[in-house]
Structure formats: C-alpha cells, structure tokens
C-alpha cells in the first residue's frame, strides 16, 4: 500500500509449522519503509536473529525494541498505530 507521502506499507504473514524459533507457528513482517531511500520507519517481525528477542519493533535503521505478543491482528493494529498514531485517512 503506497501512503499520501509516497512510503509504503508491506505486510505478510505466513502459517508455519510450530517450532522452537516460532512457537505460535507463524512468521510475519509489517513493514513501513521509504521506497526512495530505502530506509525503514517503522517494522515489526518475529525474527530472532537480528534483535535477540522473538516479537520486536525496529524503529527507524538503528532502534529495536521488544514488544508484546497478544494475536497476529493485535500486532497488526499496534503496527498500523504506529504509522499512523493520529488516525488520519491515507489514500
């Protein structure tokens, strides 16, 4: 989805089988990013390799933070917060 200010918002979600590395048995990253510079904004993911904790958000290229895990569209709504926490209508 490509926002008013021209960044974009990737979003997906896979089923996976539950293992060690992802024991509610999906994978996801949400993702807003500027398509010119390529940077992020803001990303959630459950991907351990790179933060150390399994549900984290990195906040622009440098800050990571945990958050919690309650649901997949829990997550997504915080995420979607995040882009835009004042709730204006994008196109």
Same mark, same amino acid.
């Given at each position: 989805?490509?926002?008013?200010? !021209?960044? /974009?918002? @990737?979003?997906?979600?896979?089923? /996976?089988?539950?293992? *060690? %590395? &992802?024991?509610? !048995? /999906?994978? +996801?990253?949400?993702? $807003? &990013?500027?398509?010119?510079?390529? %940077?992020?904004?803001? *990303? +959630?993911?459950? &991907?351990?390799? $790179?933060?150390g904790t399994r549900h984290h958000k990195h906040i622009g290229e440098s800050e990571t933070r945990p958050t919690e895990f309650e649901s997949l569209k829990? $997550?997504? %709504?915080?995420? /979607?917060? !995040?882009?835009?926490? $004042?709730? @204006? %209508?994008?196109?």
């Amino acid at each position: 989805m490509v926002l008013g200010d !021209g960044t /974009i918002i @990737e979003a997906v979600a896979f089923k /996976i089988l539950k293992s *060690r %590395k &992802y024991p509610q !048995g /999906i994978k +996801y990253s949400f993702q $807003h &990013y500027d398509p010119i510079t390529g %940077k992020t904004i803001l *990303r +959630y993911d459950n &991907y351990s390799q $790179h933060s150390g904790t399994r549900h984290h958000k990195h906040i622009g290229e440098s800050e990571t933070r945990p958050t919690e895990f309650e649901s997949l569209k829990t $997550h997504f %709504k915080n995420f /979607i917060k !995040g882009v835009n926490p $004042h709730g @204006e %209508k994008n196109t």
